[in-house]
């Protein structure tokens, strides 16, 4: 089941400079995409998400772009710092009319921000 | 800040034993989760609750698993006899609605199965 994919397993960034995380899915079903950060042995934490009626979200430094017709998402963290070093998952749901909607999570992408 | 806690937070146990997870969702949420996380896999879906019942579950969620909420504030993840194959990370998520919701995860707890 590979509905969701993080086609780069780690990305090396300087400090200051722009990270870019990519994510494609190919459930067309899918209207609502999370990014998550990870460290390891914690819990996922959430860092933005984006609905499928918007193209783009921004928080502070990160912002998340969908383009619907590509199939494909990105984080933008700018400026990068150190702190950000984790593993970065996107993850995906749909709302099927269900009570709950379960989340779809890609492999992940190990970033690493050089001081 | 609202957080997701769960215990214990590493758990050792030989293979055909039960264990029972235990997770305190954020108060007011109403929609809860349990996913897990195999070493160097991905992070998989397991089952959601909703209401006192079981909403959705995948097929990793056979007959040896079960949830639980037995009051106000917990919620259980119970493996029979678990497996060498059960040896996980296990999070517990909670979301306060469905559609666009954000789910808020928990620390984990880390399975081993001997």
């Known amino acids: 089941d590979q509905q969701v994919k993080q086609n780069s397993p780690s990305l090396s960034v300087q400090e200051g400079r722009i990270s870019i995380l990519n994510c494609d899915y190919t459930n067309s079903m899918f209207d609502y995409f999370l990014w998550y950060k990870k460290y390891p042995a914690e819990g996922p934490t959430f860092l933005i998400s984006?609905?499928?009626?918007?193209d783009k979200n921004e928080d502070g430094r990160f912002t998340v772009f969908l383009n619907k017709s590509a199939k494909h998402l990105s984080l933008h963290i700018v400026p990068s710092q150190p702190g950000d070093s984790a593993v970065y998952f996107c993850?995906?749901?749909?709302?099927?009319?269900?009570?709950?909607?379960?989340?779809?999570f890609g492999t992940g992408t190990l970033l690493a921000v050089q001081p | 800040e609202p957080e997701v806690t769960q215990t214990p937070s590493h758990q050792v146990t030989q293979m055909g034993q039960e264990v029972i997870l235990r997770c305190v969702p954020i108060s007011n949420h109403l929609y809860f989760y349990w996913y897990r996380q195999i070493l160097g896999q991905k992070v998989e879906f397991l089952v959601s609750?909703?209401?006192?019942?079981?909403?959705?579950k995948s097929e990793i969620f056979d007959d040896q698993f079960s949830v639980e909420r037995p009051d106000g504030s917990n919620f259980t993840l119970k493996i029979r006899s678990t497996k060498l194959e059960d040896s996980a990370m296990y999070f517990c998520?909670?979301?306060?609605?469905?559609?666009?919701?954000?789910?808020?995860f928990g620390p984990g707890t880390r399975l081993t199965v001997l």
């Open positions: 984006i609905s499928s009626i918007k």
């Open positions: 993850a995906a749901s749909m709302n099927y009319g269900g009570a709950t909607n379960k989340l779809i």
């Open positions: 609750f909703y209401n006192n019942e079981i909403s959705e």
């Open positions: 998520a909670s979301s306060d609605r469905v559609g666009t919701d954000t789910q808020y």
